[in-house]
């Protein structure tokens, strides 16, 4: 049996209920008023302005007092006195109101973290002993702290294995050395015509509007191949859908980690991974870069966006070409009827902030469906982490863990 989640179940049971007691004391009052002003109607003489007047303030004393019992109620659990059940159920409860006073939102549990390294069993103890043994902390604590950090361009200890398995070590190679590679054939056939029947026009912050979404973010080659490039612990950054049409203008040559400023670090911050659902050709609009460029570590000069020649990424659709935030890159024009479809998708360090944010119940539902990765891209498992993070020992360790890895 699950107690933990046996517990925040009821925890969620008993947050339902107060605001239904409250709603509840609110109706009965509002019963008990419409009663208590019928009183003077049911003799059968005319009731006098006196009776009447005295039924109506006992009846508005009633619904105040109901009131008044459910609001004590909900104040007792929540230190949150309202008189009138006013906030809706779903604010309430869902989580999404952050920052409100108080809340009745109650975090789901996290699914554990089974992706384990080397240093796991430090962040465990460190953990356990932050509150209560706090020189064994401040050791384990500099254990990790002094740990080396993976050098950039290098595959972590722990991910080799699974990069080796998935047949990606070229890729990372390519990735690091040329800042793009792509993962030929990912998508089987169906996969792709379920993208690319989700993928209809230009949107963003696609990612719960269809389980396809998920499935693709969620890749294990692109997991994979997202913890080598930006990181242990990284986020899903962003998730749009283009459409390009024969004729539209072209875009310019850019860096796709474009707040940070140069000279970008040696370690990557963010990876871009463009799932193609149509062929990328030379005359279809594809994506292109300029070799090279991401070793320059920084954008690309006014003039260097006018003038510097780009090549374009030829890949099938159903392949995924991936390119390194700092590498100088665009897309060519259209020159061929239909269109080019693509699902763009982003990841960054834990770290740094996500371009899009859902509301904590879209969150939830969705970690719910998906697990443990989905939990890590939506930010979850670290210090850094909404809602709980700051309170979460583990989640600190694992910030200090993940940045080394
Ligand atoms: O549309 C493309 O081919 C490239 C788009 C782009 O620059 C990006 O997704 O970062
Ligand atoms: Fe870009």
Redesign the pocket.
Known sequence: MDFVKMIADWQRIVARSVLAFHAMCFVLGLVTLLGVISVPYLSDTAPTAAALSGAVVSGVLCLLGMSALGGGVRYAFYGDFKLLPRRSFRAYFSGDDDGAESSAYVPPPLPERTQRASDDDVIDQASELMLTDSATFMDLFDQLQGRQCTPPGEIPEELAPRIRELGLEANCKELWEQGYTVLEDVASPEFLEEMRAASTENALHVLPKHPVFAQAALNEKLMAIAEFSVGAGFLLSNMAT?I?RKGEPD?GI?C?QTWMPAPFPEHNLML?A?WALDDYTADSG??TIVPGSAALRRYPTHEEIKSTPSEPILCKAGSIALWDGRIW???GPRTIDGVRR?L?ITYNRLYTRQMETYPRSVEDQLIEKYGEPMAQLMGRYDYLAKPAGKEDAHGFMRAVAYARR
């Open positions: 283009s390009k875009l850019h796709d871009t463009c594809a994506t890159h665009g897309n693509v763009h």
